[in-house]
């Protein structure tokens, strides 16, 4: 039987939104980030032409579950923001944004974040460029950034902030996502508007070491696992879910068509088999992977009335026996948290 999702909590972000971290660390696991993107059309420039603006916004939010409370604990102006994510090892969050810039916060022990350091993504050619996704190794020492441009940034980080170790053309469109291998942080994964999967080794970037093209659409997201090595899962605007092993990259290991196309892709930190998705035009599920590979459809949450963007799930080991999580759709702003209450 299906399990069933209570939702807890609806909040009006303003501005679209479109991405949700949840923070890792204690003692600041009740916190979460909340990104957004908003175009603004209206400004007009010298010529007396309309010029388009991408403004966001960072919302960071406190739950406490012993009195079920939301609350907006600091809101930061910024520029149009594609993903967010956590450090591992330390309260330090790293944003990309439209600006084609990667900024550094730090979260104080006020709970607030505060700006450490900016780097500007090299624009490549002529015409805008967006930096789209990130990623971090296991360590920290390391960040990955794909752009709009096809490009795939490698930026190192230490106490002095941040500089940026390389920059390849990946993809010939849009370089939707990319990630760090989970168990050496050499090896990287890229997906593309162009329905290629890469794997590259960053010691050697002449060529890939995988070209995959068994997708039929562009591939939005991956998600490699900390708890099995060799596993890494793809999201596509084909619809499906395929979970691959990097050994034998010929073809998926399993698949499941889920509806809507694959935004995000998030593995809850406690039952790191389960996986919650954001499925764009369709929902937010719930898949199950198994020791074999195959996916379960585990449940669906339909709350949301527009692009299924953001979500993750909470670290908090005692809330809601680790089952909450955030979503985020985008032309309706809104933001939930829920709890998934699993069939015993």
């Not at 390849?168 to 996502?177: P, R």
Request: charged share 20%.
């Amino acid at each position: 039987m299906p399990s069933t999702i209570t939702t807890l909590h609806t909040y009006d972000t303003e501005y679209s939104a479109d991405s949700v971290e949840w923070c890792p660390h204690s003692p600041h696991r009740h916190l979460f980030v909340c990104g957004t993107y908003q175009l603004d059309k209206d400004e007009t420039n010298n010529s007396g032409s309309s010029q388009t603006t991408r403004k966001g916004r960072i919302l960071l939010f406190s739950y406490n579950i012993e009195s079920n409370s939301l609350t907006l604990k600091q809101t930061i102006e910024t520029s149009a923001i594609l993903d967010q994510k956590w450090h591992q090892r330390k309260p330090l969050l790293a944003v990309v944004n439209a600006n084609s810039e990667v900024i550094l916060y730090n979260l104080s022990s006020e709970d607030q974040l505060i700006q450490t350091d900016v780097l500007k993504i090299p624009i490549q050619d002529e015409g805008e460029q967006l930096a789209l996704s990130l990623d971090w190794t296991t360590r920290g020492d390391r960040a990955l950034v794909s752009d709009s441009k096809g490009g795939i940034s490698v930026i190192g980080v230490d106490d002095h902030g941040m500089h940026q170790q390389n920059r390849w053309k990946a993809h010939n469109f849009e370089a939707w996502t990319c990630a760090f291998d989970k168990s050496n942080d050499n090896i990287v994964y890229t997906g593309g508007d162009d329905a290629v999967l890469c794997i590259y080794d960053i010691r050697c970037l002449e060529t890939p070491i995988v070209q995959n093209k068994s997708h039929d659409a562009g591939i939005t997201s991956l998600l490699a696992f900390q708890h099995v090595e060799h596993l890494l899962a793809t999201g596509s605007y084909d619809d499906n879910v395929r979970i691959f092993d990097t050994r034998f990259m010929k073809s998926p290991a399993s698949q499941i068509n889920l509806g809507g196309g694959i935004w995000r892709m998030k593995s809850n930190y406690y039952y790191p088999d389960q996986i919650l998705c954001a499925c764009m035009y369709h929902n937010f599920s719930i898949i199950n992977i198994k020791k074999d590979y195959s996916i379960v459809l585990d449940s669906e949450y339909n709350e949301h009335n527009s692009i299924c963007y953001g979500c993750d799930w909470s670290y908090d080991p005692n809330e809601c026996e680790s089952k909450l999580f955030a979503s985020c759709s985008f032309y309706d702003h809104k933001l939930c948290l829920a709890v998934l209450n699993t069939q015993k």
